[in-house]
């Protein structure tokens, strides 16, 4: 009995250390010096204290993930300061994105910053992506490929919503066109329409959804991802390396050979958009006018792609091709489970000769389907009769049977499921870059353009 209660009394007396210590995982004896600096030092909560000497090659990362969160370091620190002058009303939206354009100090280059810093992570996160894929490094990754894509499409979501906020002319016309878009998913596309509209036209329920989306939600999952994300590469080993490269073995310590070569980027990084953001104003258009649409009316470049397929087929730039590219995306390391060359842009020499000519491959398709395309009469007013056959029969499902044959035949002469997954890929890609291209050159009434081609004047 007494033993009992003397234990008992032990227990509560080693309570508050216990308790600590199960706060503190991973706190061991045996590692006591490792365990002592990453109590004192956040930096080796992010990086263990030795790396391989792989991670301090700037070709194998091109420093994409570190510029992406520099960006968004930047992205916060300036979208609290213009807070401080917006106003999220249709009344005063656009007054306010005028004030601080030309009457608060430092204004035109806060609104600048913020616009290059966005348009900057977008464009690394994507080459992020790529490069990820490219190397084959969500091999035993799987889960943080999963959340890089989430982190992707919630940069993509922040842009977004980001892009009606000064309430002008351009803004609202491209949202409107790019909402519009949801009508032609299936299912659920006019459901969350009304969700993200508030209604059924863009108004003042629009924009104050956009901007809780905007400045709360999505930067809030955004920061809890990005945490999950950094912590997943240092719990995942590091960069994804096969164990034939040499530099996969030998290990130097973090600081300050990574830790320095990160602050120098960061700096760079830091520099290049101050100075992009001093010399290049961000535009601010006329106000909105909700009765005259603008002509061409289009989506942000980044939604562009998608524009130009849906002037093809609805349903198929709405919800065909954006669903067939994020599953083979989501998919993609379930499908190639190949050890071999992980950590090798493009895998080995077979593959990166898949990846070239399937590469080539979509460029010709390219060209040839557009050609076809507009030869056929595409783009002009097609009956009703013959849409089925246009939704059938059009320059994106031809991008789409190209990438399958392509994948399939690749997989088929190597062997490989690599170069199957990453040349399908790669004609997906390039599709999206071509249709991106169509769409910077359409003009009034969606007509294509040459860029050097003046258009004519429209009301
Ligand atoms: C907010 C966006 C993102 C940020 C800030 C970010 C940041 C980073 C950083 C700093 C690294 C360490 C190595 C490097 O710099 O490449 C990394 C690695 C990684 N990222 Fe991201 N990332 C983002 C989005 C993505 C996306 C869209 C994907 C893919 C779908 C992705 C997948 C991965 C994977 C699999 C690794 C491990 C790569 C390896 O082991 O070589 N990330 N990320």
Known sequence: MSGFFSSLFENIRALPRNLVRGLRPGVDTQNEVASKRLRRNFIYHVHPLRVTERALNPWVTLGLGVITATCFFVLVISGVLLMIYYIPTTKSAYASMEDIQYAVTLGPFMRALHRWAAHGMLITVLLHLVRVAAMGAYHKRELNWVIGLCLAGLVMGLAFTGYLLPWDQRSYWAVSVATAMLDNVPLIGPTVKILALGGQQIAQATLLRFYMLHVALLPAGLVILLAIHIWRVRKDGGLACSKDLPESQATIPAWPHLVLREAILIIAALVALFLVAMFLDAPLGIPVDLHTPSNPEKAPWYFLWAQEIVSYSAVVGAFVFPLVLSGW????????????????????????????????????????????????????????????????????????????????????STGSTKAACLSGIAVMLIAIVGFTLMGLCRGPDWVFYWPWEEWPFVN
């Not at 993609?332 to 491959?361: E, Y």
């Not at 089925?388 to 320059?395: E, G, H, K, S, V």
């Open 329 to 412: 995306l989501l998919l993609l390391p379930f499908l190639d489970r190949q050890t071999t060359s992980v950590g090798r842009w493009f895998g080995g020499h077979s593959c990166k000769m898949a990846v070239a000519i399937a590469s080539l491959a979509a460029v010709v398709g390219l060209v040839v389907f557009e050609w076809l395309y507009l030869k056929s009469g595409g783009g002009g007013q097609a009956t009703a009769s013959a849409l089925w056959l246009t939704d059938l029969l059009n320059p994106a499902t031809g991008m789409i049977g190209l990438a399958l044959l392509v994948a399939t035949l690749s997989g088929m």
